[in-house]
């Protein structure tokens, strides 16, 4: 009898190692396995990251039509002075706005240079009080250039990258502007004239970005669809009678 | 089989085995169900909310900055960082895979989540919560801060549950390791085989 209980325990204690043994391997396996997820997740974070700030690096291509601009209370206004206004509230951190920006951006810019138009930009900061405000104040400083056509392009181009006062100054100097504009941008010299932008814009009751306006009556976003459908309303709103 | 050829004492051990056994094999039957159901929800909700988010990095920092809580540059990796969390996250709740650990990670984010939107409420702040995409200052009208924390702290519980049973069907944990369910049987019956090889 007491020999059989020996060999009972003997075997209890041989099966109750053994499967000490099997959970600490299982136990190791899982927690490999789990440190592994752990690792891959913080890869996939940190490449993500990396990748949306790569693909944030600032390029310019097109440097844009060069027309003569300058400065008004509420935006700034490029080409001649007595043509029908073209008048856009943006946000370059807006993505409706640089797709409108590809879509009509070479049409309006034609417009301007051939004198058929005057385009005023109203730069506001609905999308972001922070960065939205800095990238208009750099637009402000580059409105006494001619190259407010081209800068407002690259700036939309570079959005994606955020409006960092650095990445501000890295537009402005691929853009070509000069040493004072870029120091303009550098020291957000401009950014009380921003908020009162963006101040007149809300006070006229502009709510959404893109809003485009033409001789003063607000185009239905319709009409922004492609080139053709904008110069057919602009032709319409800007027949002398 | 084993049992009635062992001392009567031993027999009733063996039936109370079973009955235990019985109970916990019940819980088993729906836990991890109920699990499934919670890593389903957490995943359709992360993955919706980082999804929004990823097409517009600009967007997401801003909505970082609308709560006025971290230092710029860290803003900048929140708003980058945080869909691709969230994306990740919901693909392991998705796959059941380390599930305790992406409930951990579930859990943690909801806390905080609804630290900074309750932080935003008490600060007077108007915004939005910035949680599926948007973002930013809205009107004072416009908030919704409680349902926010609320549907948050359901979240969180949900979170929470998987933490304390990761176990759940159909998921890669279940398939790729000894399922508790097993286990549990197998630690039930520990000296049934040397007492049949005997």
Not at chain 1, 26 to 35: C, E, G, H, N
Request: proline fraction near 4%.
């Amino acid at each position: 009898m007491a020999h059989r209980s020996d060999h009972k325990q003997l075997a209890r204690q041989r099966a109750e190692a053994e499967r000490a043994a099997q959970e600490a391997a299982a136990r190791r396996r899982r927690l490999v396995q789990v440190i592994a997820v752990a690792v891959v997740l913080l890869v996939v974070v940190g490449a993500g990251i990396w990748w949306q700030l790569s693909r944030s690096a600032v390029t310019v291509e097109d440097a844009g039509a060069s027309a003569p601009a300058e400065l008004l209370d509420d935006g700034v206004a490029v080409g001649t002075a007595d043509a029908p206004v073209v008048e856009v509230y943006a946000d370059f951190l807006c993505p409706h706005c640089l797709e409108l920006e590809e879509r009509l951006g070479a049409t309006i810019d034609e417009l301007v240079t051939s004198g058929e138009a005057r385009l005023v930009l109203h730069p506001v900061s609905f999308i972001d009080p922070t960065e939205s405000a800095r990238s208009a104040a750099a637009l402000g400083c580059a409105a006494e250039t001619t190259s407010v056509l081209g800068f407002q392009r690259a700036l939309f181009a570079n959005a994606a990258g955020g409006f960092s006062t650095e990445r501000l100054v890295e537009v402005a100097t691929a853009t070509g502007l000069d040493d004072d504009v870029v120091q303009c941008v550098r020291d957000e010299a401009q950014l009380e004239w921003a908020a009162a932008v963006d101040t007149a814009a809300r006070d006229r009751g502009v709510g959404g970005t893109p809003t485009i306006f033409v001789d003063g009556e607000e185009l239905p976003i319709e009409q922004t669809a492609d080139p053709a459908m904008f110069l057919a309303a602009f032709a319409e709103l800007t027949a002398t009678p | 089989m084993s049992g009635a050829t062992a001392s009567p004492s031993a027999n009733s051990a063996h039936a109370d085995r079973r009955t235990d056994l019985g109970t916990s094999g019940r819980l088993l039957t729906w836990l991890p169900w109920a699990a499934t159901a919670a890593r389903l929800v957490l995943a359709a909700v992360l993955g919706l909310a980082g999804a929004l988010k990823i097409g517009d990095p600009a967007a997401s920092v801003a909505a970082v900055r609308a709560y006025q809580l971290l230092p710029e540059s860290v803003e900048r990796l929140v708003g980058y960082g945080l869909p691709f969390l969230e994306i990740g996250l919901a693909v392991l709740l998705l796959l059941g895979l380390a599930t305790r650990l992406a409930a951990i990670g579930a859990f943690l984010l909801m806390a905080a989540f609804v630290a900074g939107i309750a932080s935003a409420w008490a600060r007077g702040l108007a915004i939005d919560c910035g949680c599926f995409g948007g973002g930013g200052t809205v009107a004072p009208a416009d908030t919704d801060y409680l349902v926010t924390i609320l549907r948050d702290l359901g979240l969180a519980l949900l979170a929470a549950f998987l933490v304390w049973r990761p176990a759940s069907a159909l998921s890669v944990d279940a398939w790729s390791s000894v399922s508790p369910l097993r286990a549990e049987v197998v630690a039930g019956e520990p000296d049934a085989a040397p007492e049949l090889r005997r």
